[in-house]
């Protein structure tokens, strides 16, 4: 465990070398900079400002210097708003880990019970309902459903008040959010549990007379969660960093919206941030998700 541990850590430590890499380069490959667009700066000022950023040397040599800072735990400052990256991104991903945090609790919650309901009660209706609706939301984008939530439940009905910063309701954006992954495990845990449930072992429980809630959580439920579990590590990581789409139909200040910003207005030092940061947490979300394979069922071999 602790050899695969440290290989798995040595490789995320070359992935995230790799995607910075690529993203600083082709960042700066599009032509343009942050401050071409500044009506009201002039050629002197844009060029104090570059000599003030390093943006007048060589783009590797830009590259050697941001590696540098960042492995002192410099994100630098934003080349807009002049503060601090580790700040900005500490204050969005407060929201969009919230937002996320509770939408994976919904999707995961509601997906497990409405698969395993739909493989006790298959080809009956109850089933045949689930699988009709997690179908529709599978192919359902998120833009789209949250578009229509809220123009129906905001605009419409006015049944819930649209986001705003003195009026954060959280109900909808979990919505729009939870409902492709939940529809996904519930599809998950409905076929995982029908080949447990088809295994030798449980059949062989079953025999014995052990209960059916029993035979459910001990034998079946355990066994079949192992595939969603390997789904749920990059939702998680998906989730957390915040849907792009969804953060802007709701107005939500969070990671995602901080990143369009950063793009849009060609915020070097932000883009870079957020990429990292967003690197870094799929890579630890998926190292733990291996780990969690291996409590869960000690016949897995971690090589």
């Known amino acids: 465990m602790v050899k695969y541990v440290v290989k798995r850590v040595f490789l995320a430590i070359v992935t995230l070398l790799i995607i910075c890499a690529i993203t600083f380069f082709a960042m700066n490959a599009i032509p343009g900079g942050p401050f071409d667009g500044e009506k009201a700066v002039s050629e002197e000022v844009r060029a104090a400002l570059e000599r003030r950023y390093n943006l007048d040397k060589p783009v590797p040599e830009q590259f050697v210097i941001y590696m540098n800072n960042l492995l002192h735990g410099d994100f630098g400052i934003s080349l807009k708003t002049g503060r601090e990256i580790k700040t900005v991104i500490g204050e ?63 605009v419409k009905l006015g049944w819930v008040p649209v986001w705003s910063v003195d009026n954060r309701n959280y109900v909808l954006p979990v919505i729009s959010l939870a409902a492709y992954p939940m529809a996904y495990i519930t599809r998950l845990t409905k076929t995982s549990m029908l080949d447990v449930m088809g295994q030798d072992y449980v059949r062989t429980a079953r025999a014995k007379g052990v209960s059916t809630l029993k035979v459910i959580f001990k034998h079946t439920l355990r066994n079949a969660l192992i595939p969603v579990i390997t789904y749920v590590g990059p939702m998680t990581a998906s989730i957390l960093t915040g849907s792009l789409v969804v953060e802007q139909i709701f107005t939500i200040g969070g990671l995602g919206a901080k990143f ?31 780990i969690v394979y291996k409590l869960i069922d000690p016949r897995i071999k971690l090589d």
């Open 92 to 154: 969005s991903f407060l929201v969009s880990a919230k937002l996320g945090g509770m939408a994976i609790v919904v999707a995961v919650i509601l997906g497990v019970i409405f698969g395993s309901i739909a493989a006790l009660t298959r080809n009956r209706l109850p089933d045949r309902l689930i699988i009709f609706f997690s179908t529709l939301l599978t192919s359902l984008p998120s833009f789209v459903l949250g578009t229509l939530l809220l123009l129906v439940f905001c």
């Open 260 to 290: 369009v910003d950063g793009i849009t207005n060609r915020d070097y030092t932000l883009i870079m941030g957020t990429t990292i940061f967003l690197a870094v947490l799929m890579v630890t979300v998926n190292l733990i998700t291996d």
